[in-house]
């Protein structure tokens, strides 16, 4: 069987691994030149405990209240589909929704771990940390939401550990932190520096006989003989296809007549030297603002601009997601900048990915629309995709994901 993947973001090259372990010849089209592929400008977080979808309960308020305070790491651009997607948000906000695609996700999520020691097993080289991850907030509300937060993973069967840190306890987890209200600990969490993943799972990809190409790609209706797929240098011929080109998907999938409510929900990075750095990834609750140290530096990421799809990072938003920051780390310096990215992560309105096949499409499989959680649930997608193609059907816990759900 011959695929062809296109994207090659996490999703994709995970998918070509799973694929070629599973016997089938692959080639992955991928778009080096792209600079705002949502992987590589990510936070590097591999955090199952985050799989409550972005429509829980409080989201509206905690959103309004962060515009009025001047502090929204949000913003929303109109545009001709988001009218709907927003409609569908607010519908998957409702209890038994919510608590569904939760359960879902955490599944999904279940395979992350073993798959990064597995990733980790084969030799790639790979920088990768196992300090789990501090949620920390600055108020009394913040710090209920963080503790509700992790409180509603383990009842939807989160299995791993976390402590719930008084202030003072915070300060000792990490000096690096300036007072604080309270924190969670999320202990079995664990983040890796993107760029080099990508560059591991390329790798990967050729040790086991794959086929990486550069260059854009547009999908031609099948026919008798299967999928045929153009790309710049000429058609390739494929038994299936696997569409998992993020945020991109959706115009590949527009040019069958699919329709998929998946918008671009745009977030920058920057990594900067610097002295009083945290010993530990942090999630900032009220900021909204995620910050990882890796070896000689430190990521700060943030924003949510919803329906937006900028080629490049605005100085003024890096600049807001420094600021917000600074209030909670004690003694941090930032020091030289090292890189500024904009990353376009492809979202659902549910939160819950696109794995599956299009009614209609037979060989068709999408894998998008994961979020900000990418890189958590790319090893469980990736063995969601292997099974529907070499099975022709998804699983049973698969079935959550179908992108035929939204009418």
């Given at each position: ?81 988001i009218a709907r997607w927003l409609l569908e948000f607010l519908r998957s906000g409702r209890p038994h929704t919510f608590h569904a695609g939760l359960t879902a996700t955490l599944g999904l999520a279940a395979a992350a ?295």
């Open positions: 069987m011959q695929v062809v993947v296109i994207g090659g973001g996490v999703i994709g090259l995970w998918s070509a691994r799973s694929l070629l372990e599973a016997g089938v010849s692959v080639t992955v089209l991928d778009r080096p030149t792209d600079t705002s592929v949502a992987t590589s400008a990510s936070a590097g977080w591999v955090v199952p405990a985050l799989s409550q979808p972005l429509s829980g309960p409080g989201v509206v308020q905690h959103t309004v209240g962060q515009v009025l305070r001047r502090q929204a790491a949000f913003s929303l651009t109109p545009t001709a589909s771990l073993p798959g990064y020691t597995g990733l980790r097993a084969s030799g790639v080289d790979l920088e990768e940390h196992q300090d789990g991850l501090l949620v920390v907030a600055r108020t009394a509300r913040g710090l209920e939401h963080a503790v509700e937060l992790a409180q509603n993973v383990e009842t939807a069967g989160y299995a791993g550990k976390y402590d719930v840190l008084t202030a003072d306890e915070l300060a000792r987890r990490d000096p690096a932190l300036a007072p604080a209200a309270g924190g969670v600990h999320l202990r079995d969490e664990i983040h890796v520096r993107p760029e080099q993943l990508l560059s591991a799972l390329r790798s990967e990809v050729e040790r086991l006989g794959g086929v990486l190409r550069e260059g854009g790609a547009r999908l031609v209706a099948r026919d008798a003989h299967g999928w045929k797929v153009s790309t710049g240098t000429g058609t390739l011929s494929a038994d299936k296809v696997i569409v998992a080109a993020g945020y991109w998907s959706r115009t590949l999938l527009s040019d069958l007549g699919v329709r998929v409510p998946l918008e671009s929900a745009a977030g920058v990075s920057v990594t900067m030297a610097g002295g009083g750095r945290p010993a530990y990834p942090l999630k900032l609750v009220e900021a909204d603002v995620a910050v990882t140290p890796f070896d000689g530096g430190v990521r700060l990421a943030g924003r949510f601009a919803l329906g937006s799809a900028p080629s490049a990072p605005s100085r003024r938003q890096l600049a807001r997601v420094v600021d917000a920051a600074r209030p909670y780390l004690r003694d941090w310096s930032p020091g030289s900048v090292q890189l500024e990215q904009v990353g376009l992560r492809p979202v659902t309105p549910d939160s819950l990915p696109l794995v599956g096949e299009p009614r209609g499409h037979p060989g068709l499989v999408v894998a998008t629309g994961h979020g900000m959680l990418g890189l958590t649930l790319a090893p469980g997608t990736a063995a969601e995709v292997a099974h529907q193609v070499v099975h022709g059907v998804p699983t049973a816990a698969g079935a959550a994901f179908d992108p035929n759900r939204f009418r």
